[in-house]
């Protein structure tokens, strides 16, 4: 009998299970549809119930895109009433209905669906944070509600890979011949051309999942039971945003790239631009100083690195213990053992600034040195804060873990690793050198974020430049 798990426990593997990843990456991804049939119910339990619905909603109230929807008299043409986006402001007074009047248009057979659930309930974040971890790029997720007999979308196709999670009920979904290859993110949903050819029909029962490239026209209705399935949406990064990077990186350092179209170049419907000759010639010369750059390494390293940027830069930090149960950064010693929950999802950036590990929803830094015990942070999912690099000496190390378990990144092992006991006074009289090993940059306990107030160290505190800088 299948067990209630955590949604920690949710990740590609068990999405997936019993189709290994490779597998899937080598003969699915991007080609072809895959449906993994179970029975098992329970197989996505503890990720989202009817029961759990009913908070989602009391407690986020989203606002609806259909001011029409909620009136007295349904609209005669709407199927569905779509929530916006938690983080998507409206442009306009929106509505914000509670359960009742959501229940009401469910059993006028509208689909509900609440978008972006990775920033309403819990266990679908970390399920999406744990999808990031493997694809590197955002991962978000809907939820659609459909009561029984009914259908909300017509056949369409989606711009970024989809993975379908039945939770409860059931669902019948159609899967067409016609297939717009990899459309781009800026096409949105979109209307396919017809005909759509053959369709290979699916019913979705609970704990079954289905996966749908983009591009892949489909569409789903109900029978005899309502449903409640997650829509998993990978937002792949592609070569043209690569690309796009890059040619933004020559952009800072060629001028050329950087100056204004000629007044009426773009002929739109406007009479041919005189010197559209000259401006073609121009194009090519300036796609030809891109290309010569693509040539060298640092360019790609360079784009990889500010594409890198833009998908840490979206995430946020997930809820831990920084409130709920805040640590005693005095009692962080030299045997304690730390885990780092962002091992898989962290990067170490080098600049002429010096060095910074970036984590969702944050970054930290500091001088160069400290280079080698961020990639050691970052490459481990635990480790005893003395096993850090010997290029920082013992209050260094202190120093650099008490800060990253402020900031987030590190949280002290509930289940420590056995480790050497070391003489707690031996320690605190090796930690008062006249230098440290970080030279001037040391002051244990402060925080860029924290200035001001009293600073998390011990008694042998020395008052100097802190190690690391927001």
């Known amino acids: 009998m299948s067990t209630t798990r955590s949604a920690s426990r949710l990740d590609l593997e068990h999405l997936l299970s019993p189709v290994s990843s490779s597998s899937f990456f080598h003969e699915t991804w991007e080609t072809k549809p895959l449906l993994v049939e179970r029975d098992d119910e329970n197989h996505f339990a503890g990720l989202l119930s009817m029961r759990d619905v009913d908070q989602m909603i ?34 306009s007074p929106m509505p914000n209905p509670g359960l009742a009047e959501l229940r009401q248009v469910y059993d006028q057979g509208k689909s509900v669906v609440i978008m972006g659930l990775q920033q309403r309930w819990p266990a679908v974040a970390e399920l999406c944070r744990n999808l990031e971890k493997v694809f590197h790029c955002p991962v978000h997720a809907n939820m659609y509600l459909t ?39 800026s096409d949105k949903v979109g209307t396919p051309v017809r005909p759509l050819g053959a369709a290979r029909e699916i019913c979705l ?106 998908f840490y830069s979206q995430m946020s930090m997930l809820p831990g213990s920084q409130f709920s149960s805040p640590v005693d950064l005095d009692q962080v010693a030299l045997d304690t053992v730390v885990e780092n929950h962002c091992q ?19 970054r930290v830094g500091g001088p160069a040195r400290i280079v080698a015990a961020l990639r050691y942070i970052a490459g481990r999912s635990r480790f005893a804060v003395q096993d850090l690099p010997d290029e920082l000496n013992a209050q260094g190390k202190l120093v650099l873990v008490r800060r990253l378990i402020r900031e987030g990144l590190l949280t002290p092992a509930t289940q420590p690793v056995v480790a050497p006991q070391i003489d707690r006074e031996t320690i ?21 974020r924290s200035a001001g107030r009293k600073a998390h160290g011990p008694a042998w505190q020395v008052q100097q430049e802190e190690v690391v800088e927001r």
Do not use: M
């Open 58 to 91: 009391a407690f986020t109230r989203p606002q609806f895109n259909d001011p029409n929807a909620f009136r007295d008299v349904a609209p005669v043409r709407s199927t569905y009433v779509r929530g916006l986006p938690a983080d998507q402001a409206a442009l």
């Open 344 to 362: 898989a999802i962290c990067r170490v950036v080098e600049s002429d600034e010096g060095a910074a590990i970036a984590f969702p929803g944050n």
């Open 147 to 185: 009561p029984a007999g009914a259908q909300g979308f017509a056949a369409h196709y989606d711009p970024h890979e989809v993975f379908i999670l039945q939770l409860e009920g059931a669902k019948h979904w159609r899967l067409y011949d016609r297939v717009e290859l990899l459309p781009l993110a």
């Open 428 to 448: 605190e009289e090796s930690l008062i050198p006249e230098t440290s090993a970080l030279g001037s940059d040391v002051r244990p306990g402060t925080s860029g």
């Open 205 to 310: 029962k609970p704990g079954d999942l289905l996966y749908i490239p983009r591009g892949h026209v489909h569409d789903a209705h109900t029978a005899d039971s309502f449903s409640l399935h997650l829509t998993v949406g990978i937002n792949v990064y592609r070569w043209a945003d690569l690309i796009h990077h890059a040619v933004s990186c020559v952009s800072r350092q060629e001028s050329r790239l950087r100056q204004s179209l000629p007044a009426g170049a773009l002929a739109g419907e406007r009479p041919a631009y005189d010197g559209a000759g000259e401006l073609k010639k121009q194009f090519q010369e300036l796609l030809a100083l891109v290309s010569d750059r693509a040539r060298c390494d640092q360019l790609f390293d360079e784009a990889a690195a500010s594409l890198d940027h833009q």
